[in-house]
């Protein structure tokens, strides 16, 4: 009886010894994106990065929540495209 009292004790010190470390350790393992940390904040700014991306004219800019912006382009050769660019990164993807 006393070894399993013992052995009880011994295991909630560890236990107690042991979890603000872990807590520690998860807490620094994940870092959310900010709200704040938006690269590209505007049309502008979007319209700008996919033009230097893609070449050609812009021919109108959309926001999509916030998240990216959707830019139409006119490009050289007469085509249209459309480019995502994201708003938290700023690269530009067709």
Do not use: C, W
Request: overall charge positive; charged content about 20%.
């Amino acid at each position: 009886m006393k070894f399993l009292l013992l052995s009880l004790v011994l295991l909630l010190a560890n236990a107690m010894a042991v979890a603000p470390a872990q807590s520690k350790i998860d807490n620094n393992r994940y870092t959310p994106v900010k709200a704040n940390s938006k690269k590209i904040t505007s049309k502008q700014q979007a319209a700008k990065i996919a033009k230097k991306r893609f070449g050609g004219k812009v021919l109108g800019v959309q926001n999509l929540n916030g998240e990216a912006f959707r830019v139409k382009l006119l490009t050289a050769k007469g085509h249209v495209i459309y480019v995502t660019v994201d708003a938290y990164t700023g690269k530009a993807s067709r």
